[in-house]
């Protein structure tokens, strides 16, 4: 089987999985870029029936949670942060304080690639980031009027449980990295290790059918190289793509301690919500 994303040589490394009790598939590794990938995917309009899976109990509290990575992870990106890791652990008391000296408001354009029900475009606007949703399969219900439509183009896109869900991964990636305007490319997936998980592993998620394309390190890395990006980690499951190269260690540091340092980096934005409610009302009232 020819790799969906490098196109090379996969090798089958499980056999006869069975996806949603009833549908069956074979697995492989690609032997260059390590993506693991399915050889057939013919479920997925069962898979969603529902777009978010009734699983997915951790919705909610995980929006919260990076909206508060995504605010501190922008503003820090923004700054221009000077300052080793070992500095700002000295200084982590007083970063709460001067906020305005470590952190730089971001006033660009972002745009929620997959935002399903618009819940972090909620979040992020609240907190006063300009954020926009992007989702053909689920309909928005938290940021309504608020879709890339609005806009021409955006700054930095955020992706969220997106990746896993990828029948044919380069195609998405051309839409979204191919285009020199975007200077970040923020995203979340579960990366396995240097080796094929055990099928006891819980993101392979064959219940639901919907995770169905995994990827590690060295995949990240390829895909970083191909489009001429810069590429690190927060964790094991919290990505960057950029086309500068930035202060990682010094970020990361930072967006780990996000609901520590969030609050003070909220005070350099003014929020969206009113604002948002009166443009809302001016959509909805007839016009005279």
Same mark, same amino acid.
Not at 26 to 42: A, P, S
Not at 186 to 203: A, K, N, Q
């Given at each position: 089987?020819?790799?969906?994303?490098?196109?090379?040589?996969?090798?089958?490394?499980?056999?006869?999985?069975? $996806?949603?009790?009833?549908?069956?598939?074979?697995?492989?590794?690609?032997?260059?870029?390590?993506?693991?990938?399915? @050889?057939?995917? /013919?479920?997925?309009?069962?898979?969603?029936?529902?777009?978010?899976?009734?699983?997915?109990? =951790?919705?909610?509290?995980?929006?919260?949670?990076?909206?508060?990575? &995504?605010? &501190?992870?922008?503003?820090?990106?923004?700054?221009?942060?000077? !300052?080793?890791?070992?500095?700002?652990?000295?200084?982590?008391?007083?970063?709460? !304080?001067?906020?305005?000296?470590?952190?730089?408001?971001?006033?660009?354009?972002?745009?929620?690639?997959? =935002?399903? #029900?618009?819940? %972090?475009?909620?979040?992020?606007?609240?907190?006063?980031?300009?954020?926009?949703?992007? @989702?053909? #399969?689920?309909?928005? *219900?938290?940021?309504?009027?608020?879709?890339?439509?609005? *806009?021409?183009?955006?700054?930095?896109?955020?992706?969220?449980?997106?990746?896993?869900?990828?029948?044919?991964?380069?195609?998405?990636?051309?839409?979204?990295?191919?285009?020199?305007?975007?200077?970040?490319?923020? !995203?979340?997936?579960? %990366? $396995?290790?240097?080796?094929?998980? @055990?099928?006891?592993?819980? /993101?392979?998620?064959?219940?639901?059918?919907?995770?169905?394309?995994?990827?590690?390190?060295?995949?990240?890395?390829?895909?970083?190289?191909? $489009? =001429?990006? $810069?590429?690190?980690?927060?964790?094991?499951?919290?990505? &960057?793509?950029?086309?500068?190269?930035?202060?990682?260690?010094?970020? *990361?540091?930072?967006?780990?301690?996000? @609901? #520590?340092?969030?609050?003070?980096?909220?005070?350099? #934005?003014?929020?969206?919500?009113?604002?948002?409610?009166?443009?809302?009302?001016?959509?909805?009232?007839?016009?005279?």
């Amino acid at each position: 089987m020819k790799c969906k994303l490098c196109g090379n040589q996969s090798k089958l490394v499980y056999s006869e999985l069975i $996806y949603m009790a009833k549908f069956k598939a074979n697995m492989f590794q690609c032997e260059t870029c390590e993506l693991l990938q399915l @050889d057939k995917v /013919y479920w997925l309009e069962n898979a969603y029936a529902e777009s978010i899976a009734v699983t997915d109990t =951790g919705l909610v509290a995980r929006n919260i949670d990076l909206s508060k990575k &995504v605010l &501190v992870l922008l503003s820090s990106i923004n700054s221009n942060l000077i !300052f080793p890791v070992f500095i700002l652990r000295f200084l982590k008391m007083f970063i709460k !304080f001067f906020a305005s000296v470590f952190f730089k408001s971001y006033e660009r354009e972002i745009l929620d690639y997959g =935002g399903g #029900y618009g819940l %972090l475009v909620r979040l992020l606007r609240d907190s006063g980031l300009k954020a926009y949703w992007s @989702d053909p #399969y689920t309909e928005n *219900k938290f940021s309504k009027g608020f879709g890339s439509e609005t *806009k021409g183009h955006f700054d930095a896109v955020v992706s969220f449980e997106v990746l896993e869900h990828l029948e044919n991964p380069i195609s998405q990636f051309d839409i979204l990295l191919k285009n020199e305007n975007i200077s970040f490319l923020i !995203f979340s997936t579960e %990366l $396995y290790g240097e080796r094929v998980p @055990d099928l006891s592993w819980w /993101y392979f998620s064959f219940a639901t059918g919907q995770h169905i394309t995994f990827y590690n390190k060295k995949t990240l890395s390829f895909i970083a190289k191909k $489009y =001429g990006l $810069y590429y690190f980690s927060i964790s094991s499951s919290f990505h &960057v793509f950029t086309r500068q190269k930035v202060n990682s260690k010094s970020i *990361k540091f930072l967006v780990e301690r996000s @609901d #520590y340092f969030a609050p003070a980096v909220s005070r350099l #934005y003014q929020s969206l919500t009113w604002s948002d409610h009166h443009l809302m009302m001016e959509s909805i009232t007839p016009k005279k």
